[in-house]
């Protein structure tokens, strides 16, 4: 019998004891790639009741305190075992840092290219301008990207409020990229809608004071005032309207054509003398005699009115936010005015606004409501059917009352009426000196003229034609 001795018995076992270890990486240091071949594994993930593996090989890495999952990025199992060999190598010699840098990237969240509609939204977000105003603005925007797009300007469905054909248009126009929006493109839009108005000169002074509008109300969206709390949420373009020029400014001066005296009078006798007009002859009062906006009549309330002091206030309440700051302050009224509204109040005592209407005011709304809606546009028509042609027939009004104060008490008196921000804007839009302005020389056109004034001219003398000496043939 061939028997083993205890020592040969003891070696076989200890070297299957190394090979086992061997096989199992046991034995070999971190920089090993034998170390990692039966510590690699596949991570998994589930679909449906399904249990699946990605292809490549992962491992995790523990290392002064800190443990993370790495992705070997490939499917070899050699290659992978020597990839995390090289991986703690690495890590030993420079840091977690350098190895997940490499190995495991944050993801770089890309922003998003905005389109017009994100691009509104993340503006009225930070402007701290009015609501109302950022909307204003923005239309003026997606009217901008709409025709630079080529979406047709007589879609009717864009109208339609109350069937949601509006909200449609709107979304189409807010899904357009930012980015057609560039200098050349505006640049093309301008000449464009210019070449539209035709060789009407009238037309087209009208045309360029609406392209300047429209310009200068969707470039204050880009303003740095509000660019600069964007924080590189979206992605924009460079300013669009860089270097986009203004048409010339039209002259804005105020030419009055209105017979004030003669139309107070038509408005005494047809509105205030009509009992179904008299809303109307009160928002006619306000206009002319108060210099009101059309939206400070709409909401003027009782309580603003300071019957002992003569004069009514403009002031911010929960149905009304002022044009402007310099929008705010008191009106000082002429007696005959203060009687009458004396004699409105008496009539409604129980009433909020001096304007009286069965619709209620709107709270926080993005557009211009008014609640004397009907009574404006009796008013409008009435105007228009006594001369007055302008588009804004009621803002004539106001107008007519800045250039009668600056006419009686100069400009500095009529930009405070009419409370504007900048006395600028009073001489640019509101004035007209009615009175005549001539050199004042005519009158000595009108002086006799007298013999002495007079130098006589000779009077040249006729000469008698010589007599015909040639005689008649017989």
């Known amino acids: ?32 790639s034998r170390y990692w071949r039966t510590r690699l594994f596949r991570s998994a993930y589930m679909r449906g009741d399904e249990r699946r593996e990605v292809a490549d090989w992962c491992m995790k890495l523990a290392h002064a305190g800190r443990r993370e999952t790495l992705n070997l990025r490939t499917p070899n199992q050699a290659a992978a075992a020597q990839k995390a060999a090289d991986i703690y190598r690495q890590l030993v010699g420079e840091g977690w840092d350098a190895v997940l840098l ?28 009015r609501p109302l105003t950022v909307w204003e603005y923005s239309k003026c925007l997606r009217r901008l990207a709409a025709d630079v797009a080529g979406l047709p300007r007589d879609d009717a469905a864009k109208w ?24 050349e493109s505006i640049q093309g839009w301008r000449l464009a809608r210019l070449k539209d108005a035709g060789g009407n000169p009238a037309m087209q002074r009208a045309t360029k004071t609406t392209i300047n509008s429209t310009l200068r109300k969707a470039k204050s969206l880009f303003s740095s005032k509000v660019l600069k709390f964007l924080n590189g949420a979206l992605v924009l373009p460079p300013n669009p309207f860089a270097g986009v020029e203004f048409f010339e400014r039209a002259s804005m001066r105020y030419e009055s054509k209105i017979d004030t005296p003669a139309l107070i009078e038509a408005a005494r006798t047809e509105l205030g ?13 306000l206009l002319m005699f108060a210099g009101l906006r059309k939206n ?20 911010d309440h929960e149905h009304f936010q002022a044009k402007c700051e310099a929008s705010k302050g008191s009106i000082e009224l002429d007696a005959e005015v203060v ?12 009433g909020v606004f001096v304007l009286r209407s069965a ?10 409501h008014y609640r004397a809606k009907r009574t404006f546009d009796a008013l409008a028509a009435w105007l228009k059917a006594k001369g007055i042609t302008a588009k804004k027939a009621l803002h004539e009004l106001r107008k007519e009352a800045g250039s009668m104060v600056a006419d009686k008490h100069g400009i500095f008196a009529a930009s405070r009426f009419l409370r504007h921000a900048d006395i600028g804007i009073t001489s640019a839009h509101y004035l007209d ?37 040639k005689r008649k043939r017989a």
Do not use: C
Request: aromatic residues 6%; proline residues 6%.
């Open 102 to 129: 490499q190995w495991k990237p944050k993801a770089v969240l890309t922003p998003k290219a905005a389109s017009v509609g994100e691009f509104v939204e993340a503006v009225r977000a930070v402007s701290a301008a």
């Open 160 to 183: 339609d409020g109350r069937s949601g054909g509006a909200d449609k248009w709107r979304e189409k126009v807010d899904a357009l990229p930012l980015s057609i929006l560039t200098p």
């Open 433 to 469: 000196k009615k009175q005549r302005v001539t050199v004042g020389l005519g009158g000595l056109l009108s002086a006799p003229v007298t013999v002495s004034n007079v130098t006589a001219f000779p009077v040249p003398v006729k000469q008698a034609k010589p007599a015909n000496t």
């Open 1 to 32: 019998m061939n028997a083993k001795s205890v020592q040969e018995v003891s070696k076989q076992a200890v070297l299957g004891h190394s090979a086992e270890k061997a096989a199992r990486g046991h034995g070999f240091g971190k920089t090993d």
């Open 273 to 285: 003398g009509v009992p179904a007009n008299v809303e109307a002859w009160k928002a006619f009062v």
């Open 339 to 350: 009687a009458m509204l004396r004699g409105w109040r008496a009539l409604d005592g129980d």
């Open 296 to 315: 400070e009549a709409d909401k003027l309330r009782w309580d603003s009115v300071d019957f002992a002091a003569g004069l009514l206030r403009i002031e």
């Open 359 to 368: 619709v209620a005011p709107l709270a926080n709304v993005l557009h211009y």
